[in-house]
């Protein structure tokens, strides 16, 4: 079998050298602080009847044979609970923001993006005909620069945030932001992953809980982290639904969900919209949220953990061999908390991600923050 050609070997070899290698491993923890799991539904059954008795496969696309009724059900169900005009699909939150952005974006337009903005955004504003343009880390005046420099283009705005960032954990100043985008006439385009399910009473996300839906362009709600599953959706106006069906190449050329599965995520959203064991566990994820910051005080370890209201907490542990020590031992102590390297993020900002779960105790909360606080005193 042919071996790799000698550059790509060589970006390799890079990557070990700065102990940077990424390899798959089996996750099982004792404790779980690393999966997007925040309400534990990746291990719960759901059985509404709804299931299908012809077809296990999709069969195609949704523009050939893909698109089932299983489709229609659940993006009724998701416009429902989002209170939006229209909904589609997508098989990923990657596939939804390539399909999303790569569509959108024409000659003379430009698209601003946070510097934090996920893979997704970034690699779908590649395939973007537009300029893309980076502003500072919810950093709105930065923003506000870039927008008055362009205002006078031929082309669209539009601006692309997350309401909870996947590395960091924090929000933007959404309400700010919203204004500011409709000063300049720029249309809105917010990434709801680590929101939905963890921010609103029922977890609608952040834009809802602040009634700012009718004001946003575009959402993308995923079903990969809170809800315990897979896909996403793009929320916005039945006339956005349309373009993106005839020009989101990430849906239009990719083989549809089976129809279990997409009756599966109906069923999930009809536990988190209807039933009171969502409310229960979504407090519960608030609790241990709360839990944590209230021991992270308690070690004199808050100064290096990253601000969050959210379920992601960051520690900064500077170093790519410092941080995966650091994980390694607590592995090696049942707690599941994987390291963030550097290219992943900026060398000297390498960090531990802890994500929180509403199914985690109050004594692995406790005993983390220590085993962390002892290292860092070391």
Not at 227 to 239: N, Q, R
Not at 263 to 284: G, N
């Amino acid at each position: 079998m042919k071996q790799l050609p000698d550059k790509l070997a060589k970006r390799l070899e890079q990557r070990l050298q700065n102990n940077a290698l990424r390899k798959l491993s089996v996750y099982d923890p004792t404790f779980d602080f690393s999966s997007n799991d925040y309400l534990g539904l990746a291990a719960a059954e759901f059985n509404s009847g709804n299931k299908s008795q012809k077809f296990q496969g999709a069969g195609g696309s949704r523009l050939l044979t893909g698109n089932h009724k299983a489709y229609e059900v659940l993006e009724t169900q998701i416009c429902s609970f989002h209170q939006s005009q229209a909904a589609l699909v997508f098989n990923s939150g990657y596939a939804a923001n390539l399909g999303l952005l790569g569509a959108i974006g024409q000659r003379r337009d430009h698209i601003f993006y946070d510097a934090l903005a996920h893979a997704s955004i970034r690699d779908g504003l590649q395939l973007s005909n537009a300029k893309s343009l980076k502003y500072r880390h919810n950093d709105l005046t930065h923003l506000e620069e870039l927008l008055e420099r362009h205002k006078e283009s031929t082309g669209t705005l539009y601006v692309v945030t997350e309401s909870v960032f996947s590395m960091d954990g924090d929000s933007p100043d959404l309400e700010a932001l919203v204004n500011l985008s409709e000063r300049y006439g720029a249309y809105l385009i917010v990434d709801e992953a680590h929101a939905l399910g963890v921010i609103g009473e029922r977890g609608h996300g952040l834009v809802q809980a602040l009634q700012m839906q009718d004001r946003v362009f575009a959402r993308i709600v995923t079903f990969g982290k809170a809800l315990g599953y897979h896909g996403a959706a793009v929320l916005g106006s039945e006339a956005l639904k349309t373009y993106l069906v005839n020009f989101a190449r990430s849906l239009i050329y990719t083989t549809a969900l089976a129809q279990d599965m997409v009756y599966s995520l109906a069923d999930r959203y009809t536990w988190l919209s209807k039933s009171t064991e969502a409310l229960k566990e979504i407090e519960k994820l608030h609790r241990n949220i709360a839990l944590l910051r209230l021991y992270t005080e308690k070690y004199g370890v808050d100064k290096h953990f990253i601000a969050s209201d959210s379920a992601i907490h960051s520690v900064i542990i500077p170093g790519n061999d410092r941080v995966k020590t650091l994980s390694a031992s607590l592995n090696e102590a049942g707690f599941g908390v994987l390291p963030i390297l550097a290219p992943t993020v900026p060398q000297g900002v390498e960090r531990l991600r802890i994500c929180l779960h509403s199914y985690n105790e109050s004594d692995s909360i406790e005993g983390l923050v220590e085993r962390i606080a002892s290292f860092l005193k070391d």
